[in-house]
């Protein structure tokens, strides 16, 4: 069956780092990925969609790479701040809305002052 | 732009019981998902649907559905409560795909079953 990894462990970086989460996936051809904030008793924030024919997409700080022959996507958040702190989901589609989205467990990034 | 809100936000029913919840979408917007939330499954999809069809279901038992009207407007009820359905649901709209476009998403309501 489909199944999607995301660091299940907190990422702790220091402010003023990169952050870099990665979202791993398995028995799946993704058309479409995309990457999520969620903070503690809110509805997920879409930050970032990528196509399976993009390597890289960035917006502000943020940038995403997909990796279809590693089956993998990168998301970095650079010159990191304690308000980036928040849990990244990210979520898999097929093409053609053959299917809802896919989502991982999201990982928890903490920043630190 | 008003965002997406859902209706209620808290709800507390026992087992057997039935729910339905409520998600108005943004203006506008013709698809809408639903997903249901629990710290053990994570986000999981539950249905879409656009232009009052249902265009894709998730892995969830026929006790879970949903219809959306001519407005938009969605629900999702679910019959014959169990304790394992205690969760936070969630809506999203999009213009036309969840997939390809970007996905709102509502506060959610928070259901505890007894």
């Known amino acids: 069956s489909q199944k999607i990894e995301q660091n299940s462990e907190a990422l702790n970086i220091q402010e003023g780092k990169t952050a870099t989460l990665t979202c791993n996936y398995t028995n799946y051809s993704p058309a479409y990925l995309q990457w999520y904030r969620q903070d503690p008793g809110r509805g997920p924030v879409f930050l970032l969609l990528?196509?399976?024919?993009?390597k890289e997409k960035r917006k502000e700080r943020l940038k995403v790479t997909f990796d279809t022959t590693l089956k993998q996507s990168l998301f970095h958040i650079t010159a990191s701040q304690p308000a980036d702190s928040a849990t990244y989901l990210c979520?898999?589609?097929?093409?053609?809305?053959?299917?809802?989205?896919?989502f991982g467990k999201g990982t928890h990034l903490i920043i630190q002052p | 732009k008003a965002g997406v809100t859902q209706t209620p936000r808290y709800l507390i029913k026992t087992r057997g019981q039935q729910v339905t919840l409520s998600c108005s979408p943004i203006?506008?917007?013709?698809?809408v998902s639903w997903y249901q939330q629990t710290p053990g499954q994570g986000l999981q999809f539950l249905f879409e649907?656009?232009?009052?069809?249902?265009?894709n279901k998730g892995n969830f038992p026929g006790r879970f559905s949903g219809r959306q009207f001519s407005n938009s407007r969605s629900e999702m009820n679910v019959s014959t409560l169990e304790l394992g359905d205690s969760a936070l649901y969630l809506c999203?709209?999009?213009?036309?795909?969840?997939?390809?476009?970007?996905?709102?998403f509502g506060p959610g309501t928070r259901l505890t079953v007894l």
């Open positions: 649907y656009f232009s009052e069809t249902q265009r």
């Open positions: 979520a898999l589609a097929k093409g053609g809305g053959a299917d809802g989205l896919t």
């Open positions: 203006s506008g917007h013709r698809s």
């Open positions: 990528i196509r399976e024919n993009e």
């Open positions: 999203a709209s999009s213009l036309v795909a969840s997939s390809t476009d970007t996905q709102y």
